[in-house]
């Protein structure tokens, strides 16, 4: 059974930087696109970043230039690090699949940019 099993979220200030961990099991990520995304309340949970297994990664405008996404493929980890964090990033964060498998979503970890 796949599973992913996301930690590192909290409460950090604008212009903080936080970094979220994905840990895999039951699927070995080095042959696979990893993906992060989020999730606001009463929202649709959108793609931020991914990252294929040859190391192309793609980001959303909001996030360009501020997020960085890797991975380490014998931890069969997913990492996503987060920088100048502003309000609107404010979320739950999944991983999964760039081509997401719809029974492996784990509980995420929550993030809250706020003064």
């Known amino acids: 059974q796949v599973q992913f099993v996301e930690s590192g979220g909290g409460l950090v200030q604008p212009g903080g930087s936080l970094r979220l961990s994905c840990a895999a099991s039951?699927?070995?990520?080095?042959?696979?696109?990893m993906g992060w995304y989020r999730q606001v309340s009463g929202k649709q949970r959108e793609l931020v970043a991914s990252?294929?297994?040859?190391?192309?990664?793609n980001y959303a405008d909001s996030v360009k230039d501020r997020f960085t996404i890797s991975r380490d493929n014998i931890k069969n980890t997913v990492y996503l690090q987060m920088h100048s964090l502003k309000p609107e990033d404010t979320a739950v964060y999944y991983c999964?699949?760039?081509?997401?498998?719809?029974?492996?979503w784990g509980q995420g970890t929550p993030v809250t940019v706020s003064s």
């Open positions: 990252n294929t297994f040859g190391g192309t990664n």
């Open positions: 999964n699949l760039r081509f997401p498998m719809s029974n492996a």
């Open positions: 039951g699927i070995q990520i080095q042959f696979e696109h």
